[in-house]
Nanobody, 124 residues
Framework: QMQLVESGGGLVQAGGSLRLSCAAS????????VGWFRQAPGRERERVAA????????YYADSVKGRFTISRDDARNTMYLQMNNLRPEDTAVYYC?????????????????WGQGTQVTVSS
């Protein structure tokens, strides 16, 4: 089993930055695709960013392209989401997740392990 724990969320003004971290324990996610998702009240969970098992391929939702950067450090079993130029519409609970395959998938069902979520609130 893999346990994922997010950190780094909080309250920030529009235009500010936050860096989310997600530490894995119990099982390494090395070689697996991992990603960040978010869910705002009344909305479905959406994939924000993902990175393949080898780190060579990445995905970003159109709404965050050019502002967010996903990265991974398999030696530390930790993934990151650097969020710059934050907007009020980025307000949501952010979740990290790990698949058990190398390639990224768009489906939330493709990710087996999930963190508990961290709140990000962007004030205008």
């Amino acid at each position: 089993q893999m346990q994922l724990v997010e950190s780094g969320g909080g309250l920030v003004q529009a235009g500010g930055s936050l860096r989310l971290s997600c530490a894995a324990s119990g099982r390494t996610f090395s070689g697996y695709a991992v990603g960040w998702f978010r869910q705002a009240p009344g909305r479905e969970r959406e994939r924000v960013a993902a990175i393949s098992g080898g780190g060579r391929s990445t995905y970003y939702a159109d709404s965050v392209k050019g502002r967010f950067t996903i990265s991974r450090d398999d030696a530390r079993n930790t993934m990151y989401l650097q969020m710059n130029n934050l907007r009020p519409e980025d307000t949501a609970v952010y979740y990290c997740a790990s698949a058990t395959v190398y390639f990224m998938t768009a489906q939330t069902s493709g990710y087996k392990y999930w963190g508990q979520g961290t709140q990000v609130t962007v004030s205008s």
